[in-house]
T-cell receptor
Framework: TQLLEQSPQFLSIQEGENLTVYCNSSSVFSSLQWYRQEPGEGPVLLVTVVTGGEVKKLKRLTFQFGDARKDSSLHITAAQPGDTGLYLCAGAGGNNRLAFGKGNQVVVIP | NAGVTQTPKFQVLKTGQSMTLQCAQDMNHNSMYWYRQDPGMGLRLIYYSASEGTTDKGEVPNGYNVSRLNKREFSLRLESAAPSQTSVYFC????????????FGDGTRLSIL
């Protein structure tokens, strides 16, 4: 059973466009973490959101945690080729285990 | 800073062969994890170790064994490799503070023929 559903699975956009990807669950998490993974490497943490309704910004990336702490979104403004990668969301439920979604594969075309 | 180091980076095995994947972290983390990543399946937890001396099954433990050799090292063993175990394997570690991120190695790409 996949606890976290990420959509869309694949997204291809032109450089300069905006995009939003989603991470949804029926479970409540103590926090949600977003990672980015590039080919041939392990995932690297981008941000952790903890409080329901929380919004965090990391340069052109905006992360939002839903009020009920079940879902999250990632918005990228004016996407650049360097934003290309697999974006993974992960829910923390306790005992330091994470439940990962299948990822949003983002391709930004120059 | 090395972080999490996995060896080997690539390996090809024949069905039935055995091998051990090595993982070491230098961040003094208590918890360590082994995941596999397959196309379209995301990261699935195989085994984890909450602290030195303890190990627990994750989502897909069948066909694997683990050893938490000491606080730094956590190894994953395939006793009799099967083609279904062809995958990319990632080791990760984290501290004990709630909501800390996991730090990942660069993976071991394993093909079983």
């Amino acid at each position: 059973t996949q606890l976290l559903e990420q959509s869309p699975q694949f997204l291809s956009i032109q450089e300069g466009e905006n995009l939003t990807v989603y991470c949804n669950s029926s479970s409540v998490f103590s926090s949600l973490q977003w990672y980015r993974q590039e080919p041939g490497e392990g995932p690297v943490l981008l941000v952790t959101v903890v409080t329901g309704g929380e919004v965090k910004k990391l340069k052109r990336l905006t992360f939002q945690f839903g009020d009920a702490r079940k879902d999250s979104s990632l918005h990228i403004t004016a996407a650049q080729p360097g934003d290309t990668g697999l974006y993974l969301c992960a829910g923390a439920g306790g005992n330091n285990r994470l439940a990962f979604g299948k990822g949003n594969q983002v391709v930004v075309i120059p | 800073n090395a972080g999490v180091t996995q060896t080997p980076k690539f390996q090809v095995l024949k069905t039935g062969q055995s091998m051990t994947l090595q993982c070491a972290q230098d961040m003094n983390h208590n918890s360590m994890y082994w995941y596999r990543q397959d196309p379209g399946m995301g990261l699935r937890l195989i085994y984890y170790s909450a602290s030195e001396g303890t190990t627990d099954k994750g989502e897909v433990p069948n066909g694997y064994n683990v050893s938490r050799l000491n606080k730094r090292e956590f190894s994953l063993r395939l006793e009799s490799a099967a083609p279904s175990q062809t995958s990319v394997y990632f080791c990760a570690s984290t501290g004990t503070v709630l909501n800390q991120p996991q730090h990942f190695g660069d993976g071991t790409r394993l093909s079983i023929l």
